[in-house]
């Protein structure tokens, strides 16, 4: 299949890709950092990231590494930032790919060799001296703001934290001050408030400036929310024609239906439904072996000196559950492959608006690799829609991925396929046209398997 | 195999094939031997349940909703061929738990090479169950047309045993088609037939003994 055939209407834009990027600047010790923090509070979001500028510190060689000890060096000009690996940073998060974020270390003046690595970031906020400094960072920030705070002001503050946090001596601090960060603050950080949409005088005791400030982030992310959500509904709406070769229903045999009547039975205890939901997991789990590639090869023979062809399976497979209804297969898998290497999504739906949220992801090494995703129930398809995408943006093939699910409306289906019409997909029961849809939207699978609403 | 309408054969699907060149081969070790076998054994008895009777059954979801469903009629047992049939049992029991499982063994009688009834152990009201007799291998049939036979004697109908086994032989089918075109045999593959000694081609060895010994 051609990855070419999906008009534009028709591919998921996951959220990550559209982060909110919020910038915070201002002088050292203008209180910027509590005013990002009092933000994350605020606005609540899942996958928030904080990047601090102070972790892209290009690292010093050793004479100016020297110099930085003797409070010689001039950490507060714009040079001293690698501000192009931020921007760098930011471009990888919105293609939907990590980011490793350096870690810098005040101790040493050196990059340390650990990074953090980011990925599927909802808001992005920018804070640091120079965070509304570099013109391609502005291009892409949807709200710029500048903490306003008196110098005299800042300095005392930055004493009580040099002193107290970062180990440094009086007479360094103040040396430091009068040579480079007051003026650098004057000539290169106080002009970039020109480039900011809101200032917040005094930083974080400003508690009405903050407080409008977050009321209108919160007001531009509703409506982020409300375009992905409708985003994901107009995959169901599109009429152009799916392609549904790679879908496996489950034969609905006279064995299967006595397992569905079981599952569905209201009065089924619990001990009842593990026990039935693991036999039928298993014939899903077999189902979708079948698009694995298999391969005839050599020769080989039998204990009585028969030669047969070996038909080899050419992949390993590794298991993404979504939490917690894909951790229904987990037993199963397990009995199928015993070496199974399994990675985990943690996608949220918001209860009050439905828009899916990715909260968590613990993947392996999951490129090039074949893929079994694991999601109990489908219900508006939108959860397993984020997963397939996260899947995609760590380097597995649409042709790789092979989505495992017992429940699925047909709507959910469909706006899987449209999105991503290259996965196949196994299902245990399909809701049919006569069976009542509450029953089908209703999310009672990892509920009972688990044993908790 | 469309002559012999008793049998049903799994699909041979490229993965159930590629479980097959795992079990046949003489190099796989016990281990894998016994995993292997147990995945086929566990489809092998899904698909044998999947030929009992369904009644319709409705049930109240949690939503509150009717679904029209089906439930299982009657009872079942299951009965092994000691040693080999036993090794079925937990692909068995993975499916029902609790289930009885009878007892029967035969063995070749060193003076007359025919087949001997050595030892049986049934459920007392076996003769109201439907059986699944287990066997992994049906080569001549011999031991398993003995052991149909004893089902048959306790008062079990025809039509109410399946026999499950993982892999069989045209000359073994239709021996035991011959004998009881009734009774439903399940296997998991169908080889080209058999060797001299009896055995069949290509086979897979002695199940019991990789199974339990090698």
């Known amino acids: 299949m051609s990855g070419d055939s999906h008009c534009s209407s028709s591919r998921y834009i996951p959220p990550w890709t ?35 500028l102070d972790n892209f510190y290009k690292s010093l060689s050793p004479e100016m590494s020297a110099k930085a000890f003797a409070n010689d060096y001039d950490f507060d000009k714009p ?6 690996l931020l921007f760098k940073c930011v471009q990888e998060l919105r293609n939907g790919r990590k980011a490793e974020i350096p870690v810098y270390s005040f101790a040493h003046h050196q990059r340390t060799e650990r990074t953090t690595t980011i990925y599927g970031a909802n808001v992005i906020i920018i804070e640091g001296i120079y965070a509304l400094y570099n013109p391609d960072l502005l291009e892409l920030m949807d709200t710029k703001v500048y903490v306003d705070t008196d110098l005299d002001i800042c300095l005392a503050r930055r004493l009580n ?6 180990g440094r001596d009086l007479e360094g601090i103040l040396k430091q001050w009068h040579r480079f960060v007051k003026p650098n603050s004057e000539r290169f950080v106080i002009p970039t408030i020109s480039s900011a949409d809101v200032v917040i005088p005094r930083g974080a005791d400003n508690t009405v400036g903050i407080d409008m400030l977050t009321k209108h982030i919160n007001k531009q992310l509703d409506i982020k929310s409300r375009e992905h959500l409708s985003h994901l509904e107009m995959l169901s709406q599109s009429t152009e024609a799916l392609n549904y070769e790679n879908v496996t229903i489950l034969e609905e045999t006279n064995q299967l239906k006595v397992i569905n009547t079981t599952l569905f039975d209201r009065e089924c205890d619990r001990t009842e439904f593990i026990f ?6 298993i014939l899903l789990i077999n189902a979708g072996l079948e698009f694995l590639d298999c391969r005839e090869s050599e020769i080989r023979y039998t204990p009585g000196n028969h030669a047969y062809r070996f038909m080899e399976q050419l992949h390993a497979v590794v298991a993404v559950s979504i939490i917690r209804s894909g951790d229904c297969f987990m037993d199963s898998l397990k009995k199928t492959f015993p070496e199974l290497t399994v990675g985990k999504l943690l996608i949220q739906q918001d209860t009050h608006t439905g828009e899916p949220r990715l909260h968590t992801e613990r993947l392996p090494d999951i490129a090039g690799r074949k893929v079994f995703l694991l999601d109990a129930q489908i219900v508006s398809g939108s959860a397993a829609i984020m997963a397939v995408q996260v899947l995609v943006d760590h380097g597995v093939a649409e042709a790789d991925i092979v989505l495992v699910c ?11 396929l449209r999105a991503f019409g290259g996965i196949a997909i196994v299902i245990g029961k399909q809701q049919s046209d006569e069976q009542g849809s509450s029953f089908f939207k209703s999310r009672f699978i990892d509920a009972q398997y688990f044993g908790t609403s | 195999m469309s002559e012999y309408p008793n049998t049903i054969i799994l699909p041979q699907t490229n993965q159930l094939v590629s479980l097959y060149s795992i079990i046949r081969d003489v190099n796989t070790r016990r281990g894998d031997f016994v995993f292997y076998s147990d995945r086929i054994i566990r489809l092998l008895v899904e698909e044998g349940l999947n030929q009992l009777p369904v009644e319709p059954h409705t049930v109240k979801t949690s939503t509150g909703i009717s679904y029209e469903g089906s439930r299982f009629v009657g009872k079942i047992c299951g ?11 937990q692909g068995l029991r993975e499916c029902c738990r609790s289930v009885r499982i009878g007892k029967i063994l035969i063995q070749r009688d060193e003076e007359t090479a025919l087949p001997k009834l050595f030892y049986v152990k049934f459920p007392e009201d076996i003769a109201e169950r439907y059986v699944l007799l287990l066997d992994p291998m049906l080569a001549t049939g011999g031991s398993a047309i003995m052991a149909a036979q004893v089902l048959l004697d306790n008062g079990v109908k025809e039509e109410k045993i399946l026999f499950l086994n993982l892999l069989a032989s045209p000359e073994g089918i239709k021996a035991f088609y011959e004998k009881f075109p009734k009774i439903k045999i399940i296997t998991g593959g169908v080889d080209q037939g058999l060797d001299a000694n009896r055995y069949i081609v290509p086979g897979l060895g002695d199940f019991g003994d990789r199974y339990y010994c090698i």
């Open chain 1, 18 to 52: 559209q982060p909110y990027i919020i910038g915070v600047a201002g002088c050292s010790g203008s209180g910027k950092t509590s005013v990002a923090q009092m933000i994350i509070e605020e606005i609540n979001q899942p996958w928030t990231v904080l990047l601090s």
């Open chain 1, 79 to 84: 040079d001293a930032l690698d501000l192009d």
């Open chain 1, 161 to 166: 934290r040099d002193i107290v946090h970062r």
């Open chain 1, 276 to 281: 039935f939901f693991d036999r039928i997991a």
């Open chain 1, 406 to 416: 017992y429940l699925a409306t047909k709507v959910g289906i469909k706006r899987i």
């Open chain 2, 79 to 89: 009965v092994s061929i000691i040693r080999a049939g036993e090794s079925m049992e």
